[in-house]
């Protein structure tokens, strides 16, 4: 790989157009999923709009952006309103309380799973022990509920238990089921060879998958040279090399040997398999580095298997997906919480057309970059703020109380406002 080169200008011309467009949507997701966390922390779930100001950060917004007109872009999942005393509020509207208690149903049904997967990961790690600091990265791309540091490490002491060491707490694993030190590779081999037998883990020879956008090419040229994206007999050679399986001991490889970086593409592929989307923010893999024995630089070797892997640059963090799981945009296989985000999109005002597609830059993460026009399905603007009657004007939702000294939900304001 050139020296010198950022990630961009090393692999522009290798970029999938329908992974780009499924990276802009999950973003999209993700900045709504946020806003919803945060009310769903709030008493009744409402709060003084400006108080959500805080999350511009994590929202990506610039100025003159404004979280305000972030939520009022979504009218179907988050109702805005002003008392007597001009305080805007914010609240989730009756369709996105239905979805947040749809959702937590569907984490405690996904719970064992993720559990399996959790003790999956420790079985792989060198010390059978992993932070929960770093774990927590994973909590929504694993399907891990909103409690998981406080209820839900405690729920599986079978599995795993939550030790405190001096640099922080971490799970570790109770006890090694053999039945699990299977990898997903091994598992769709051992379904179509009709082989059900676990046997323990030592050196693999079975090829990843690999997929390529249509009409794609392995080269291209450049001022009169030829620069090879795939290099055909280096692929065919690196699929033949037998690997040791992430769930076998790894302490004895040479860094930089072709066994070492094919284990490290064989941990990567597991790690993505129990991903909901199969697809992970790059930092939250390169914080293990350590723990599963991978390479320093696991970009370079990211890219360097592209095909198996794609890396997505769209905005300031990068993404990698694990391709064999998409057709075009979508998952071939969607499991019910990545069925509840789709839910979520549907009601956001995402029109599904990215603007820009050919462009990488950090204004990608922008307000308006996400959303079609006006972005606005069903609202007006300013014009759709509420006015209803308010005993307080005070911006702190302790001491708020609405009209008549009676409790009221957000979803019924509409029955008190005027215009």
């Not at 709009?49 to 003159?64: D, H, M, N, S, T």
């Not at 979280?67 to 309103?81: D, G, I, K, N």
């Not at 590779?185 to 050196?203: F, H, R, Y």
């Not at 969607?334 to 820009?356: A, D, F, H, M, S």
């Amino acid at each position: 790989m050139t020296r010198g080169r950022s990630v961009k200008d090393r692999s522009k011309k290798k970029r999938v157009h329908a992974l780009e467009v499924a990276t802009e949507r999950w973003k999209v997701l993700s900045k709504v999923l946020t806003v919803v966390d945060a009310l769903k922390k709030e008493e009744e779930h409402v709060t003084p709009l400006k108080r959500l100001e805080i999350l511009r950060p994590q929202l990506g917004l610039v100025k003159p952006h404004k979280v305000a007109h972030f939520v009022r872009r979504s009218p179907h999942l988050f109702e805005v309103c002003r008392d007597s005393r001009g305080v805007i509020w914010a609240g989730l509207s009756p369709k996105a309380e239905a979805l947040v208690d749809e959702e937590a149903r569907l984490l405690e049904e996904h719970s064992p799973t993720a559990a399996q997967y959790v003790t999956k990961m420790l079985m792989m790690s060198v010390d059978r022990r992993l932070a929960v600091d770093k774990i927590a990265h994973f909590r929504r791309d694993m399907g891990l509920p909103h409690d998981f540091r406080t209820r839900w490490v405690h729920m599986f002491p079978e599995q795993f238990r939550a030790v405190r060491l001096e640099d922080g707490e971490y799970l570790e694993l109770v006890s090694w089921n053999p039945n699990w030190a299977v990898t997903e590779l091994e598992k769709a081999a051992a379904a179509s060879a009709g082989d059900a037998n676990a046997s323990p883990p030592g050196q693999l020879s079975l090829p990843f998958p690999m997929k390529f956008p249509p009409n794609f090419t392995s080269y291209y040229r450049f001022r009169g040279k030829a620069h090879h994206y795939v290099k055909t007999g280096n692929t065919e050679q690196f699929q033949k090399v037998t690997y040791l399986s992430p769930y076998a001991e790894a302490k004895g490889l040479t860094p930089g040997s072709p066994e070492f970086d094919k284990r490290a593409v064989a941990v990567m592929h597991e790690i993505l398999s129990f991903m909901l989307e199969k697809r992970l923010v790059t930092d939250h893999l390169t914080h293990f580095r350590r723990e599963f024995v991978m390479p320093q630089k696991l970009m370079r070797l990211l890219l360097k298997h592209y095909g198996i892997f794609y890396v997505s640059e769209r905005g300031k963090r990068l993404s990698v997906f694990l391709t064999e799981a998409y057709d075009g945009t979508e998952l071939t296989e969607k499991c019910p919480l990545v069925q509840w985000r789709e839910k979520v999109l549907q009601l956001t005002g995402y029109r599904g057309t990215i603007k820009n597609l050919g462009k990488f830059s950090a204004s990608s993460d922008s307000e308006e970059f996400l959303f079609d026009g006006d972005g606005v399905i069903g609202g007006d603007g300013d014009e759709s703020i509420l006015d209803i009657e308010s005993e307080n004007s005070d911006d702190t939702l302790g001491d708020c109380s609405i009209s008549d000294d009676s409790e009221m939900d957000l979803g019924d304001i509409k029955e008190f406002c005027r215009d």
